[in-house]
Structure formats: C-alpha cells, structure tokens
C-alpha cells in the first residue's frame, strides 16, 4: 500500500513537472487556450499501469496542486472541468478497447469540451461554441501526439496501450 502512495505521489509530482515546464515553453499555436498537454501523457500511461481510482486521483490532485500554485479559481473549475470529464471519457474507451492513440486523441478533444461548456456557463452565453470546432481539432491533434508519446514510454517499460 505505501509503494502504490509513493507511486501515484511521484506521478503527480512527475505530471506536475511537465505542467510547469509547458508553461515556461514560448510556444504560440496563435490560438488561446491550445496547448499539447504533456501532464495528460502521465494520466494516459497510469490508465494503464494503475486503477482507474488512482488514475483519477494523481489527475485531480495534479490539476488542483497546480492552480493553486500557479493559477487561481477560475482556471481550476476550468482544469477541473476538461481534467474530469477527459478521464471518464479516456478510461470508457480504454475499457472498449480503444489504443493508447484513440484514447488519448478522444481524451484532448473531451477535455476542450469540458473548458469550454464551463466557459460558457461562468460566461453565460452559448456564444462561446464556435469556438468548438478548433478546439476539438486541436484536442485531436495534440491528443495524438501525446498518445505516441505515451506508447513509447509504455513501450519502453514493456507495457503496451
């Protein structure tokens, strides 16, 4: 019980580090809000190796620990949001069946949605929607690079998504 603590503790520190170092990346997609979301590659290699309650655990802590660092209250409802509704819809498919790479694809798309439906509600107008169509692209792009990613690091320790 205490390896699988110390475990799903260094994940969330691990996830934690890749939030942090994202946000120190100058990158530009010249769309706001997109980015490719390298503590998601954390979340997608612990639905694999872990239960999905410890999955969602090391999430969660990740998403609040990092927007009380470095955010504030609006940005956790949104991390919150995309990061909750992203893993139920990940770890669903996961169960179906789905690869690492569809998993992880579906996965960035649902996290968008997530952000921008509470965007819509802290806003209040469902104007904010036709937003939907670059984000969930973006999500789908990223989502694939993220789901290579994962299937190499899974590979690597002979596990496979």
């Known amino acids: 019980m205490a390896k699988k603590v110390a475990f799903c503790g260094m994940l969330t520190a691990l996830a934690m580090i890749f939030s942090y170092v994202e946000a120190l990346i100058p990158v530009n997609f010249g769309i706001p809000g997109v980015k490719l979301g390298l503590a998601n590659l954390v979340v997608l290699a612990g639905l694999w190796i872990l239960r999905p309650h410890e999955v969602l655990m ?64 802290i806003v209040q107008t469902a104007g904010i929607f036709w937003y939907l169509p670059v984000l969930l692209l973006s999500g789908v792009l990223t989502g694939v690079l993220i789901g290579i990613l994962t299937g190499r690091v899974l590979a690597a320790f002979g596990k496979s998504a």
């Open 58 to 121: 090391v999430s969660v802590s990740r998403i609040i620990l990092i927007s009380l660092l470095f955010g504030n209250g609006v940005s956790l409802l949104y991390s919150l949001a995309g990061g909750i509704l992203s893993f139920f819809v990940m770890l669903g498919l996961k169960k179906a069946g789905f690869s690492g790479i569809g998993v992880s694809a579906a996965g960035g798309a649902a996290h968008n949605i997530g952000q921008l439906a509470t965007a819509a509600l």
